[in-house]
């Protein structure tokens, strides 16, 4: 195992807040919740999403940081080291294995949408934003997504450019990139909302994100709520234990975990701020587009804003690198099993995942236009199903198995070691949510929502 020689890298302090804010903060913030907002109604989906947040994500996020740190190492590993100290079954193990899954799963859909970011750094750079307005934009999507060639060529290019950076060795340039871009990504953002803000409804976008319509409050719209929580704070599939292993112990995990989650927030509420008033003034443009919605709203801000074309190109650039600070932590967990379990070289790991991730992603690419129609699977398209599985069925329940180890099984004194900083307070009421509060909501979610999906 590489272990001392990944500690090297990553072992200095506030790494593992860098890491796990890379790895949080991509599309799932600047992509995926505007457009499951804009498709679930707005202000009520808003308002369990952010419950979900705080009485599930955040406190399965610390059990999840803790097992990584007890483990000190991959999360299957990891488990294996914890369950062994706690003298629990070796069945939890299919933790990790669930994650190994579940990042691979993800991983394959989101380097095509990480294409289409890609597409648009080159769009924006040839003046391509200049003078859309919603017809033009929607059209220039469209044919996007009809072009099956230009689509597998940018979801080619990214994991190209993913697994080179893994390769090369510089992992400590996602360093980096999260210190230095993402800072930038988080100012362009604001400058985007200022600028929508001036240019668009605010006062409309602003009603839909956060007004609360008690009708507005669906089964499936919890179900996707807390299947985003899980999904954007990279949660259940073991990449923030993989991270949590290089969390030195003299930081607090409490902490941490909330300036992350406090990060995260804020980057998917601005980027939806910075959205939705150009939903609102646009013709023909409507929230409920689907996953077009900030392919098609962005670039109008961008073609009539000063400075838009290099506005543009360096927003869409930054997206794309957001999104390859995701993917390397989507990868990581399937490649320390590789690794790990079957002796591969961690070069030849990375590439193995990274083309079957490919191959399986092709079918994505087939979901946007040929097979979109499609109800083969359980009544879904492909990239409908995967994201389904993923944030919906394995992610949640990932989670929820995490907070009922940590809550249930794992030996208090170990438990304890890891929380010595939080209060006693905070300790005790951390404990009752994770051992109660999350593995019950998520069970109930869980059912309830599979029930109005397909009774
Ligand atoms: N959290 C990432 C996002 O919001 C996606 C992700 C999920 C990354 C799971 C790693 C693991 O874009
Ligand atoms: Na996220």
């Not at 072992?11 to 796990?20: K, N, Q, S, V, Y």
């Not at 070289?345 to 092709?362: D, E, K, M, P, T």
């Not at 389904?388 to 004194?413: D, E, Q």
Request: with cysteine; charged share 10%.
């Amino acid at each position: 195992m590489k272990r001392a020689q990944k500690h090297a890298i990553w072992g200095r302090r506030g790494t593992f807040i860098l890491a796990a804010t890379g790895s949080a903060v991509g599309l799932g913030n600047i992509w995926k919740f505007p457009y499951i907002t804009g498709e679930n109604g707005g202000g009520a989906f808003v308002l369990m999403y952010l419950l979900c947040i705080c009485l599930i994500g955040l406190p399965v996020m610390v059990a999840e940081v803790l097992l990584g740190r007890r483990g000190r190492a991959s999360p299957i590993t990891a488990m294996q080291a914890v369950t062994r100290e706690s003298g629990s079954s070796p069945g939890w193990n299919v933790i990790g294995l669930f994650g190994v899954l579940a990042g691979f799963l993800i991983l394959s859909y989101y380097s095509v949408i990480a294409g289409w970011t890609l597409e648009y750094v080159t769009t924006a750079a040839r003046g391509g934003f200049v003078g859309l307005d919603g017809e033009s934009a929607k059209q220039a999507f469209d044919a996007l997504l009809a072009n099956k060639s230009a689509l597998v060529q940018w979801q080619t290019a990214f994991l190209c450019m993913t697994v080179l950076v893994i390769v090369f060795g510089v992992t400590r340039g996602l360093e980096t990139a999260v210190r230095v871009l993402m800072p930038l990504l988080f100012v362009l953002l604001l400058v985007l909302l200022g600028y929508a803000a001036y240019v668009g409804d605010f006062a409309a976008g602003a009603s839909f994100l956060f007004s609360f319509k008690f009708a507005d409050l669906s089964l499936e719209g919890l179900s996707l709520a807390l299947g985003h929580a899980f999904f954007t704070l990279s949660l259940g599939m073991g990449a923030i234990m993989a991270y949590g292993s290089y969390m030195p112990h003299k930081s607090s995990i409490v902490k941490t975990v909330m300036m992350v989650g406090v990060l995260d927030t804020l980057v998917a509420l601005i980027a939806g701020l910075a959205i939705f008033p150009i939903v609102f003034a646009t013709n023909g443009v409507e929230p409920g587009d689907g996953s077009g919605l900030m392919f098609i709203s962005l670039p109008i801000v961008f073609g009539s804003m000063p400075f838009g074309t290099i506005f543009g190109t360096l927003f869409f650039l930054l997206v794309t690198l957001a999104a390859w600070s995701s993917t390397i932590s989507l990868l990581e967990p399937a490649v320390a099993y590789l690794t790990e379990r079957f002796r591969f070289h961690r070069v030849s790991a990375n590439l193995l995942i990274a083309s079957l991730a490919w191959l399986l992603g092709l079918g994505t690419v087939m979901s946007f236009n040929d097979w979109s129609d499609s109800t083969y699977f359980l009544g879904m398209n492909l990239f409908n199903f995967i994201d389904f599985i993923t944030a919906s069925v394995l992610l949640p329940l990932g989670g929820a198995l995490m907070a009922v180890y940590v809550g249930w099984f794992m030996k208090r004194r170990p438990l304890r070691r890891e929380l010595k900083l939080e209060s006693r307070e905070t300790f005790s009421r951390w404990f009752t949510i994770v051992r109660y509060v999350s593995p019950v909501l998520v069970l109930v979610v869980f059912i309830m929502g599979l029930y109005g999906k397909f009774a």
